[in-house]
């Protein structure tokens, strides 16, 4: 079974590079090219991408705490505003050209995060991003969901991120 | 002449051809010394000028691995510098915009004499002026212009704790600039040595005095330390006060001196209000790191001190034929004058100029500066040691390493027996050495760098221009040993090394965006915005991985001046992104983390034009661009911007 799956995606890539070199050397015609690749990405469909790539952001763990300096946090006592509005100014200094809090944009929406991921897995995401794209499951799924646009390091201390969970509880 | 030259240049080329047999079965020994595993860090910084490239190089040693090319003196499409808002300040002078110049003699700033690794001071030649390299950021953040001077030599080299940068000039000129015949030269030309006091928070520099010397050609200098500290020493060429032909006509007088300058005491006199201001006209440029630009401010007064006015601070010790490299050992004692037209080297003693002084040998003056008698100041000489001696340097067991040009050689001796214990030859025509704090009271006698003026055959050939190179030496043990030849950006005039552990620990990552006071900076995307301002057009821009914002703009006009104020959003480390629009008449942009700059675009045609980022960031790097619309002057269409919508 995973050799199979190997060999498919070697063989996509192939028809990826295939198509990137015939773009290269000649003049193709573009349309044509891409309907064959695309049959391909169907046929692998059912086979192999759906359990990472369509469930991705809708795979719900909260049992999974991340990678990183964040073991426990508890946030189920009332939200704290003060910090919570700390949060959002952060928020919009240092993450909101990747992320929105009504859409999905380069990243995803982090309104309702907590009910798919633990708040330790959130604040190891912001504070850790390099070792959770290398190493955890869902940030490594979530990469290839988006593009293998990559969680941005923006130097965001644990204190930081705190504020910023406090802020997403705010999110409705 | 030039056969004798040839001919050991064709030496040299068979030295190379045996040098490299015999060095055959060691091979590997040598290739490990110069192994750096990839990964892995240099023990050393070497920051190296690129004389006519007008630039300062960093590469590691022992690799020789280059690291970066820092924007001095020269404009760098690269890295933007002289092409955004923000630098073009910085090349500004009485002159104009000067968008090049000739780097030559990095110093490494000092505490206690010994190097602290801050900055870097290097001068440019030939617009005089003096650059400090902040080496938190590895960018140049402060130029000065040297009025009164011309061919700014004689620079820069800090005290021993940078009190003081110094920079002499070499040629002499009418002080003030006037009108006259350059016949009148003798008597009415002056030799301006500049003091630049620096201040020790920030290394600012400031022009606190200049010596209004005879105008001889003052080549070279270096700072005493220990007892010798609070002097300064200057080579001079041309005492014979030529103004044409000076190959034949300066080379006449058969010792010209070491300018031996009491800069205490004349700073002292300047303290208690002595000296004479006059007009001048020059710019003082300073890089801020937090508004991310550059200001340049016209100075337009000068404090100027005759020497006649400071009796007793000033000596002349005569130093044979045309002395270049002016250099003083750790201990402050020797001070050594490589009289380049001479096949001897001089080392004057210190102690012994003090007692001179003091019992009065002197053998003469010249325009009221006493001469102190050679016999009286001469500790010795390093006789017949090769031909040609330009530069020294020094390791921290009391050896000395001597540069010869003619017969392309480094020499070590002793100091103080004046012995030749080594030689090794150079491909070719070497010019300075490096010793890291080879020139200060703590030197790190393990490599020795001999920058080579001339390089033929070295390296695969590359049409008439041959990039020019560097050489490695290991200088640990008895023996010298060559390790390593690299090529160098430009002309490797100059360098100061220094352990990689004074720097590395302080090396900037990021700049935060909470500091970035730059007045067109974005810190959020939701502040993107475009602003019009008459015909002006200011983007009010920011970048990240893998957008602009906003990357849709309509209701630009043909006939506007289009702004682009970009901020990096990112807080990573080595996380730039670039910007270039399609017929802007400027360079890219390279933007660090946290940083803004800005490009001027004047759109000539109606049309929907795009930019992009042009330094690779991301897997989505291709996906970084954008387009603005350039409608006629007179179309209704209104000022409007967007992100995906937004």
């Known amino acids: 079974m995973k050799r199979t799956h190997k060999l498919l995606i070697l063989m996509f890539s192939f028809v990826l590079f295939s198509c990137g070199n015939d773009k290269k050397n000649n003049q193709v015609d573009y349309s044509s090219k891409k309907t064959l690749v695309k049959k391909e990405v169907q046929k692998e469909k059912p086979k192999e991408a759906p359990e990472v790539k369509k469930e991705a952001t809708a795979n719900i763990d909260l049992s999974n705490k991340g990678i990183g300096p964040v073991k426990s946090i508890d946030i189920s006592g009332a939200i704290d505003q003060k910090l919570a509005d700390e949060g959002k100014e952060l928020f919009k200094n240092k993450c909101s050209a990747c992320h929105r809090t009504n859409r999905k944009f380069i990243g995803p929406n982090p309104t309702g995060v907590f009910d798919r991921r633990s708040p330790e897995w959130v604040m190891n995401m912001i504070v850790n991003p390099e070792e959770m794209l290398q190493k955890d499951p869902i940030a490594k799924a979530l990469l290839i969901e988006f593009n293998g646009s990559p969680m941005a390091n923006q130097n965001v201390s644990e204190q930081e991120a705190r504020a910023i969970v406090e802020f997403f509880r705010t999110l409705k | ?646």
């Open chain 2, 1 to 646: 002449m030039l056969v004798a030259t040839s001919l050991f240049f064709i030496g040299c080329g068979n030295n190379g051809g045996k040098e490299q047999k015999k060095g055959g079965v060691l091979g590997s020994n040598v290739a490990e010394k110069v192994y750096v595993a990839p990964g892995e860090h240099d023990e050393f910084y070497a920051f190296v000028s690129g004389g006519f490239s007008g630039q300062l190089a960093v590469y590691g040693l022992p690799s020789g691995r280059l690291f970066k090319v820092i924007p001095v003196f020269s404009v760098d499409a690269e890295k933007a510098w002289g092409f955004n808002e923000e630098t073009k300040p910085m090349l500004n002078t009485s002159h104009g915009f000067i968008p090049w110049d000739d780097a030559h003699h990095p110093d490494i700033s000092q505490t206690a004499g010994e190097l602290d690794g801050r900055y870097v001071y290097i001068n440019g030649n030939n617009t005089p002026r003096i650059a400090k390299i902040d080496l938190t950021t590895f960018e140049t953040t402060e130029i000065i212009e040297i009025p009164n001077s011309a061919g700014n030599h004689s620079s820069s080299y800090v005290t021993e704790n940078t009190e003081y940068v110094v920079a002499g000039t070499r040629f002499g000129v009418p002080v003030p600039q006037r009108d006259i015949s350059i016949k009148e030269y003798k008597g009415n030309f002056k030799g301006a040595l500049s003091f630049l006091k620096v201040d020790p928070e920030d290394g600012g520099m400031e022009i606190d005095f200049q010596i209004l010397m005879p105008g001889f050609d003052y080549d070279k200098a270096h700072p005493g330390r220990g007892n010798s500290h609070g002097w300064f020493f200057f080579t001079t060429y041309n005492s014979e006060e030529a103004n044409t032909l000076l190959e034949v006509n300066a080379s006449q007088n058969d010792k010209d001196f070491i300018a031996a300058v009491n800069w205490q005491m004349i700073a002292e006199y300047v303290k208690n209000g002595g000296g004479k201001k006059m007009p001048a006209n020059y710019a003082h440029n300073v890089y801020d790191e937090h508004t991310h630009q550059a200001t340049s401010t016209m100075k337009k007064e000068v404090l100027v001190v005759n020497p006649a006015e400071v009796p007793g601070a000033i000596y002349f010790l005569p130093t044979p034929k045309s002395p270049h490299g002016c250099d003083v050992d750790p201990s402050g004692e020797y001070i050594v004058g490589s009289g380049k037209l001479s096949a001897d080297v001089t080392v004057h003693s210190f102690s012994k100029m003090v007692k001179a002084i003091e019992e009065k040998k002197f053998s003469g003056e010249a325009y009221g500066i006493p001469i102190i008698d050679f016999e009286a100041v001469n500790a010795g000489s390093v006789k017949q040691a090769g031909l040609g001696p330009l530069h020294t340097e020094f390791d921290n067991e009391g050896n000395a390493y001597t540069t010869f040009f003619i017969s392309s050689e480094v020499v070590k001796w002793k100091l103080g027996t004046w012995e030749v214990v080594d030689r090794k030859p150079t491909y070719y025509s070497v010019g300075h050495l490096m010793i890291p704090g080879g020139n200060s009271r703590k030197p790190f006698g393990k490599y020795l760098l001999a920058m080579n003026k001339i390089t033929k055959d070295r390296y695969l050939p590359t049409g008439p221009e041959v990039t020019q190179s560097a050489q490695l030496y290991d200088i640990s043990g008895e023996k010298m040993e060559l390790l390593l030849d690299f090529p160098t950006v430009g002309e490797p005039h100059y360098a100061a090394g220094c352990p990689a552990d004074l720097i590395k620990p302080r090396s900037r990552k990021i700049f935060k965006l909470e500091e970035n006071k730059h007045p067109y900076a974005v810190t959020n995307e939701m502040d993107a915005r475009v602003e019009r301002k008459g015909n002006e057009v200011h983007v009010y821009m920011t970048m990240i991985r893998s957008h602009f914002a906003p990357d849709n703009i309509e209701g630009v006009k043909e006939g506007d001046k289009v702004y682009f104020h970009v901020t990096n959003l990112e807080q990573d480390y080595d996380v730039p992104h670039g910007i270039s629009m399609i017929g802007a008449n400027t360079s890219e942009l390279l933007i660090m983390p946290g940083q803004t700059e800005t490009f001027v675009w004047e759109p000539k045609q109606v049309g929907v034009w795009p930019f992009y980022c042009t330094d690779f960031c991301s897997a989505l790097h291709q996906e970084m661009q954008g387009y603005v619309r350039v409608s006629p002057k007179d179309s209704p269409i209104k000022l409007s911007w967007s992100l995906d919508g937004e």
